[in-house]
């Protein structure tokens, strides 16, 4: 079993910076990829960015490339979500997902192992 627990949501103003943390615990060795995903009221859940535990490949929404960087620190089992450029548009609940294939996907029904959220408010 996998537990993922999100942090560092709060409100930002456009503009600004806000680093989500995502921390992973119990049966690591299974897991090879994780992903951010997002949810606005209203609208379906939408996949921001993906990364291998490798750290070799990424992946991004075209809404966030250029903006957000995703990457992982393997010691702590920790993946970050670095969104710089915030936008009133990015003002959404993010999820931190993680699967056991090393392949990134952009669909939410590839990811196993979910995170509660962690909601991201940005001001105009």
């Known amino acids: 079993q996998v537990q993922v627990v999100e942090s560092g949501g709060g409100l930002v103003q456009a503009g600004g910076s806000l680093r989500l943390s995502c921390a992973t615990s119990?049966?690591?060795?299974?897991?090879?990829?994780m992903g951010w995903f997002r949810q606005a009221p209203g609208k379906e859940r939408e996949f921001v960015a993906a990364?291998?535990?490798?750290?070799?490949?990424?992946d991004y929404a075209g809404s966030v490339k250029g903006r957000f960087t995703i990457s992982r620190d393997k010691g702590k089992n920790t993946v970050y979500l670095q969104m710089n450029s915030a936008k009133p548009e990015d003002t959404a609940v993010y999820y931190c997902?993680?699967?056991?294939?090393?392949?990134?996907?952009?669909?939410?029904?590839?990811?196993?192992?979910w995170g509660q959220g962690t909601q991201v408010t940005v001001s105009s």
């Open positions: 997902a993680a699967r056991m294939s090393a392949a990134l996907s952009t669909a939410s029904s590839h990811y196993t192992y």
């Open positions: 119990g049966s690591l060795f299974s897991l090879n990829a």
């Open positions: 990364i291998n535990w490798s750290g070799a490949s990424t």
